[in-house]
């Protein structure tokens, strides 16, 4: 005994069967080709207490401590707060073809974070850090985007960021 199915049924089944294989199909190919994948950090942090030294992190996203800083073998990292409604600093230089280390914090509610030509492209959400490591190949002038709606001013929320030539390139920490 076989169950029998509607054959307009049975195309309806190979028509949703045919979508999730070309979705399937496209994470698979941008993973594999453009390196795009979810974020897979996961870190704590206080949100209430990020301009705190006591915080968890020790101060890594007190005010002073945030901006574009380079260590002694040469790796760029740039520590962000997210907050309605921008970006903390609110333009970052970093050099072109250079990998670069975002770590980003909110201090509020859940915010985003994408910049054009990149695979930098994570939610910001309160009590994490999210950290995701890029590089740049164009130079230019590019904004960094908030995508997560976070309050009225959201359409407003974003930062700049600035890639220079290698050469052109000095770390500069603080949010001025
Ligand atoms: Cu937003």
Redesign the pocket.
């Known amino acids: 005994m076989s169950i029998h199915i509607d054959p307009l049924e049975k195309r309806w089944i190979s028509v949703i069967g045919g979508i999730l294989i070309i979705t399937w199909a496209v994470i698979v190919y941008y993973a594999a080709v453009d390196d795009v994948s979810p974020p897979s950090n996961v870190e704590v942090i206080d949100s209430s207490k990020l301009h705190l030294a006591s915080g968890v992190g020790g101060g890594e996203f007190m005010e002073k401590n945030l901006g574009v800083k380079q260590d002694a073998q040469g790796n760029i990292t740039v520590t962000m707060v997210a907050a309605r409604y921008g970006f903390y600093p609110l333009h970052v230089d970093v050099p072109v073809n250079t990998p670069i280390k975002f770590r980003m914090a909110s201090f509020d509610v859940l915010?985003g974070v994408l910049a054009p030509f990149s695979n930098l492209n994570v939610m910001i959400v309160p009590g994490y850090v999210s950290e995701i490591t890029t590089n740049f190949t164009k130079e230019g002038d590019f904004p960094l985007i908030?995508h997560?709606?976070?309050g009225q001013g959201?359409a407003y929320?974003y930062g700049m960021i600035h890639i220079v030539p290698k050469d052109q390139f000095k770390p500069k920490m603080g949010v001025k």
């Open positions: 915010h908030c997560e709606y976070c959201h929320m």
